[in-house]
Structure formats: structure tokens, C-alpha cells
């Protein structure tokens, strides 16, 4: 049974800072290109981070470039989100992905806040 878990959401003020992180279990997850995708209220869901497989590539939506780092462990099957200078329009939920060929999976969700 494929399982995404992220966690590490929550609220935070603008400037602050939040390490998401996603659990993966399921699949072999060194293997699959991990991704963070985010989605705010009436808005589509979009590319936050994407890491290749191995980890030596990575991609960032244009707003979130110098601010978020993509990581992965694939001794621990992890992938984390590093957010920095986070701005009230960061707010969303952060949903974790993993792909690999016709195979695409998701997680639940975490709501990420940034309000003061």
C-alpha cells in the first residue's frame, strides 16, 4: 500500500521559516522523482519543488527559487521542503508527490499559514 505522509505544516509569520517533511512507504522510493506541489484557496495547484530521483536534480517554481530547498533521504525514504522568507501568499496547502513512468502518487495534504 502506497503511502505519502507530509507533515511539518502549520502557521507561521511572514519571514519565517518551515521544513516540510513526507514520509513514503510502499514503493520504491529511490527510484521515483519526488515532488511538492502547493494549492491556496481558488487558485490551481502548482510546482513548488521537484528532485530528481538520485537527488542531483532539482527544479523550483519561479516564486519559490532562492527561498525553498528540495531534499531528499533515500536511506530514510524522505523527501523535505525547506521553506525560508516565507510571504502570506506561500500559504497553501503543500501536497507531496511521487512519480515515476504511468505511476503518480499523492499525499493528504499539509496547510502551510503565514499570517502575523
Known amino acids: 500500500q502506497v503511502q505519502l505522509v507530509e507533515s511539518g505544516g502549520g502557521l507561521v509569520q511572514p519571514g519565517g521559516s518551515l521544513r516540510l517533511s513526507c514520509a513514503a512507504s510502499?514503493?520504491?522510493?529511490?527510484?521515483?522523482?519526488m515532488s511538492w506541489y502547493r494549492q491556496a484557496p481558488g487558485k490551481e495547484r502548482e510546482l513548488v519543488a521537484r528532485?530528481?530521483?538520485?537527488?542531483?536534480?532539482?527544479k523550483y517554481g519561479d516564486s519559490m527559487k532562492g527561498r525553498f530547498t528540495i531534499s531528499r533521504d533515500n536511506a530514510k525514504n524522505t523527501v523535505y521542503l525547506q521553506m525560508n522568507s516565507l510571504k502570506p501568499e506561500d500559504t497553501a496547502v503543500y501536497y507531496c508527490?511521487?512519480?515515476?513512468?504511468?505511476?503518480?502518487?499523492w499525499g493528504q495534504g499539509t496547510q502551510v499559514t503565514v499570517s502575523s
Open positions: 508527490n511521487a512519480a515515476s513512468g504511468w505511476d503518480n502518487y
Open positions: 510502499g514503493f520504491t522510493f529511490s527510484s521515483y522523482a
Open positions: 528532485i530528481s530521483s538520485a537527488g542531483l536534480i532539482t
